[in-house]
Structures are given as structure tokens and as C-alpha cells.
């Protein structure tokens, strides 16, 4: 068994195990949701029977949580991970954000920070679902005028502190804000440690095989915490080497999948997503680290501009048998894709598109 056919059997993309979208994020622990429209069919695609409507269902419900959290960017999470993943990373992702606020010539007083957040809370609280346009209103309201950057940042602190969620899910792009205490239910404070454990245990049993630098990377947390989330789990993990990359120390849970993978499929993925997300990609930098990030265990850095830019930007990508190898159109009524490795043309991936509309209609 090689280390891309258990990635895919890990990250649910061969043989999925779950049948409900709330299953998959909670298996995955946090899911990046960069792109709204396109998140859907980053869980779709890994459970058992593809749905847009089980998807908005589960979201719309609060099963299913779309905040900024990570890396100060946008995750889904499980309502049952919710409350756990705000302790632990919210921290972290506070200090990111200041040191942007900072970046960018923007301070915000501890009063003008609890005055906004009253008024988004309760802007949220009437109207059940409420967008950035209704934040402007009901601040304008109280004479209150910010531009769209600094009420970006009022936003995120909100929901760094559990106030405000994401609300009902639109077919648009614009993406609504819910009071939190009215849609996930407030579950027992975890001590840290327990929860840096479920973290990791939850990183490594969907990702793997994967390195202690790629964890670093995907978790946002300090390179101390992660090693620490590692050695908690003890003998449940395991280093392995292949002959790809023979310098580097991959870990893997004593229950990982290896059956269920076959050969021949082509996978459109989507933007952002974490299949490769997950992963750091060049040399690391902090002290002590051993090993380069393993994106490039699917994806060659001669091709890495096809997939992403210097900039984080994520592109739609084919996949066949785990190598990316092209990218497609999401948006477009017909499959349009293109290859920059193998022999393939849009016929190959004709199967792949029509499971991907059928998604959005069912």
C-alpha cells in the first residue's frame, strides 16, 4: 500500500465511511471553507451518496459550522467539535488577527471592540440570519460608521469569542451570521490537554500519512502544542518511511484505512480543499524540524503553480488515482478541464462531472 492510496482512503475521498456531511467534518475535525459555494461539495464528496440539499440541511441546523478559526481563515466544524475548537485555537488565531490589525495601521479599543460586538450579537439574535449589509445598518442606526475592513475584523473577534456563528446558507455569495448561543448548544469546558489530544488524534486519523510539519502548519498552533498533541497519543501513532521520500518521518494511526482503494478514478476537487490544505508544502522553518511539508506527495512542485499561487490562492484540481494532474470549471454548465500531466482529455473526466452535478441536484 502506498502513502497517496491511504491519503485518499483516509481523507474519505476513496471508499467514503459516512453517509451524513456532519459525520465527515466531524471525522475531519475543521475543514477549510474558503469558498463558500464550493465547501458544499468538499464534504459532498467524501460521504457515501453526494447531496447539496443534506449539506444545507445539516448547515442550516447548526450541525454543521462555518467560522474563521485556523490560520485566521474559514473552517467548517461540527457542533460537537464547536465549543472544544474555539478554546483551543481561538488563542492563537487572536493573536494572528491582531498582528494583521497591526500590519495594517488598525486598533481597535477593548470598548469600541464590546460596544460592536452587543450590536452584531443582537442584530443576529432578531433577525435569526444576518449579513455584513445588515451589521452596516444596525450600526448606522446607533452612528456608527466603519468601513468593510475594520467591521471584517469586529466580525472575526466575534467569533473568535463564540458570539457569532455562521447562519443559514445562501445560494449567493454572501454569507450570513447567527448568534451562536441560539444555534449550537453550549457544551462542559474540556481541560486543554484532552482537547489537544481529540485535535491531533482527529488531524492524524483523516490526513495521514502526514508529518509533524505538516500538522504544524494546518493547525495554526505553536510547534511546542503540536508535539506535545503528538506524544499524548502515545503508542496509538507510528512512524513510517517509503522509498518517495526516504528522509521523512511520516506518522500514522495504528487503525488506518487500506482497503476499499481502485484504481482509475478521477476526482474534481475543489478549491481550498484539504486534500491538499492539509499539507505544508517547501521547506519548513521553525528549529528541529526534519522533514519537508508533503503536499508535493501528490502534487510535483513543477506543477504547483497550476494548484495554487505564493499568494494562497487554491485552484480546482483533477486528481487521478491521488496525482493531481489538471484542472477544471466548477461554474461552468459544461466539464471543461485541462491537464498539465498524462494523456487525458475532458472524456476521461466525464463521469467525475456528471456525479459532481448530480450533487446539486439532489
Same mark, same amino acid.
Given at each position: ?24 467534518? #466531524? ?5 477549510? @471553507? ?7 461539495? @468538499? ?247 526534519? @522533514? ?16 495554487? #499561487? ?40 466525464? @463521469? ?11
Amino acid at each position: 500500500m502506498n502513502p497517496i492510496s491511504i491519503r485518499l482512503l483516509n481523507q474519505q475521498l476513496a471508499s467514503p465511511q459516512f453517509k451524513t456531511p456532519e459525520e465527515v467534518v #466531524n471525522y475531519m475535525g475543521a475543514m477549510q @471553507a474558503q469558498e463558500y459555494r464550493m465547501m458544499r461539495w @468538499a464534504v459532498g464528496m467524501r460521504t457515501r451518496r453526494p447531496s447539496a440539499k443534506a449539506f444545507k440541511e445539516a448547515y442550516d441546523s447548526g450541525r454543521i459550522i462555518r467560522l474563521h478559526l485556523m490560520r485566521g481563515t474559514w473552517q467548517l466544524v461540527s457542533a460537537e467539535n464547536y465549543w472544544m475548537l474555539i478554546d483551543l485555537c481561538a488563542p492563537k488565531a487572536i493573536a494572528v488577527t491582531k498582528g494583521w490589525m497591526s500590519g495594517n495601521g488598525i486598533s481597535i479599543p477593548e470598548e469600541e471592540l464590546m460596544h460592536v460586538r452587543d450590536i452584531l450579537a443582537q442584530t443576529a439574535s432578531d433577525l435569526g440570519s444576518a449579513t455584513k449589509e445588515d451589521f452596516v445598518r444596525a450600526l448606522a442606526k446607533k452612528n456608527i460608521q466603519m468601513d468593510d475592513h475594520r467591521l471584517s475584523y469586529h466580525v472575526r473577534m466575534a467569533e473568535f469569542s463564540g458570539t457569532l456563528c455562521s447562519g443559514d446558507l445562501l445560494p449567493i455569495l454572501k454569507p450570513t451570521y447567527a448568534l451562536t448561543a441560539n444555534k449550537v448548544r453550549r457544551t462542559e469546558k474540556m481541560d486543554r490537554d484532552e482537547a489537544l489530544m481529540r485535535f491531533t488524534r482527529n488531524y492524524f486519523q483523516s490526513r495521514q500519512p502526514a508529518t509533524l510539519e505538516d500538522f504544524v502548519w494546518w493547525s495554526g498552533l505553536n510547534v511546542s502544542d503540536c508535539r506535545k498533541g503528538m506524544a499524548m497519543l502515545g503508542d496509538t501513532i507510528h512512524k513510517e518511511r517509503w522509498r518517495t521520500h526516504p528522509a521523512t518521518d511520516f506518522y500514522l494511526t495504528d487503525e488506518y484505512r487500506t482497503r476499499g482503494f481502485r484504481r482509475g478514478k478521477f476526482l474534481l476537487i475543489p478549491p481550498y480543499d484539504e486534500y491538499l490544505i492539509s499539507y505544508k508544502g517547501g521547506t519548513p522553518k521553525f528549529p528541529g524540524a526534519t @522533514a519537508r511539508g508533503t503536499r508535493d506527495l501528490v502534487l510535483s512542485p513543477e506543477y504547483r503553480h497550476h494548484a495554487h #499561487n505564493n499568494s494562497g490562492i487554491f485552484q480546482p484540481i483533477i486528481a487521478y488515482d491521488g496525482t493531481i494532474c489538471g484542472n477544471w470549471s466548477p461554474f461552468k454548465n459544461d466539464c471543461q478541464a485541462s491537464f498539465f500531466q498524462g494523456a487525458f482529455d475532458e472524456e476521461d473526466v466525464k @463521469a467525475a462531472w456528471e456525479a459532481y452535478k448530480d450533487f446539486q441536484y439532489s
